[in-house]
């Protein structure tokens, strides 16, 4: 089962196991299993409001003790030594050690001391462990998120007032694509950051699938300017596409024609160690009828910047233009296999067909030819010769 996050209006914990609920999974079900916690003296009640006019479920954690705060350590422990399932127990340990590492990062404290304070109340912990339950239920073996959107302004919490987003939400979205918003309140809070950074696989467009279900969860404000829902859609990869890959990349590019052309190569070495995944060099004719190179870079989305600072710092540019695509990729893996030269480190791709191929790695060629004093050539063509008895 494929679970699409689509996080139009950002995402909370309540969000999630709101649009858990709206899909299906039995309030009285969920319940129970958290009675597996050793946590007292909480309930979860639900209600169905309307945000524009869409039916979504509202989730409240009820708690006698809301000044509750917990050690890393200790919610490890209470998770550890629960009855919960062991994939339950993993996915809730992944969410809350993300949490863990950046408040870790910030306060400039070892992780198992960070003291949680919000995030250590019994709803934190309920809509962790509870996602995690929600997930096993629906039998989701794959999520992706959309792009995660951000507000702006400012956030009352215990350590005082913070700017939004709110530190430990930015230091866990590390390498996750967001983009920001006029919105002038918190969209994503830690935890739901944490939540969707643990369990999405990728940040894309919604994929092909087909839907079978579609829940909502709403948050606790009403923004009147677009409604704050999270919207999961769950259903099956459709056919066609089950067999590839599938992930966002960035393009950026320029057109030069005045610059030496002895510094092509320099660039291209530098782009690669910015993070590029591929450089083209291609001849065009620009105004006047003058021949000049377009300089195109693929790269992943947060090594775009990087990318395009190199650019204008090591050539006679004045601009760039960058656009984001998606590709399909066929499915590969990484394995190393014995050959005559000794431990050989290949890729393992599937063809469309399901036929399987492995492919030599250039460098590592390239050092066999250099340390051995044999052609390329030769070292290419011996490999393959060798996988094909595999």
């Known amino acids: 089962m494929l679970a699409y996050f ?90 809350f050690e993300r949490l863990a590492i950046a408040e870790s990062e910030i306060h400039g404290q070892p992780k198992e001391k960070v003291h949680f304070h919000e995030i250590g109340g019994v709803d934190a912990i309920v809509d962790i462990v509870g996602t995690a339950l929600c997930l096993e239920y629906l039998g989701i073996e794959k999520a992706i998120s959309s792009r995660i959107p951000l507000g702006k302004g400012f956030v009352s919490c215990q350590h005082g007032i913070l700017p939004v987003p709110a530190p430990a939400t930015l230091s866990i979205l590390k390498g996750v694509p967001v983009y920001g918003t006029k919105i002038p309140h918190e969209l994503v809070t830690p935890t739901g950051a944490a939540i969707i950074a643990s369990i999405a696989d990728s940040f894309e467009e919604i994929p092909d699938i087909i839907v079978e279900k579609t829940g909502y969860g709403a948050g606790k404000r009403d923004l009147k300017t677009i409604p704050n829902l999270l919207r999961i859609i769950i259903g099956t990869p459709a056919n066609h596409m089950c067999d590839y890959q599938k992930d966002r990349i960035s393009v950026v590019e320029t057109c030069i024609d005045d610059m030496n052309p002895e510094f092509f190569g320099f660039l291209m070495d530098r782009l690669f160690e910015e993070g590029a995944l591929d450089v083209y060099l291609i001849p065009v004719f620009m105004k006047k009828n003058r021949p000049g190179t377009m300089i195109q870079v693929l790269c992943m989305e947060n090594r775009k910047k990087s990318v395009i600072n190199r650019i204008l710092s090591e050539t006679t540019s004045l601009g760039v233009r960058y656009y984001d695509v998606q590709r399909f990729k066929l499915v590969r893996e990484n394995i190393t296999i014995k050959t005559s030269y000794g431990d050989v480190q290949v890729k393992r791709v599937k063809n469309p067909n399901g036929s399987v191929r492995l492919v030599p790695e250039y460098e590592v060629c390239k050092k066999i030819a250099i340390e051995k004093g044999i052609p390329l050539k030769i070292v290419y063509d011996t490999i393959i010769k060798e996988t094909a008895a595999i």
């Open 6 to 95: 689509d996080c139009f209006c950002g995402i909370s914990g309540d969000m999630t196991l709101g649009a858990f609920i709206d899909i299906g999974v039995p309030l009285k079900w969920l319940k129970d299993s958290l009675e597996r916690l050793p946590l007292k003296d909480f309930d979860i009640s639900v209600e169905s409001i309307s945000r524009s006019g869409i039916k979504a479920q509202r989730v409240h954690v009820l708690t006698k003790n809301t000044s509750k705060s917990r050690h890393y350590a200790e919610i490890k422990a209470l998770v550890q030594n629960s009855s919960l399932s062991q994939n339950v127990k993993e996915k809730s340990l992944e969410i």
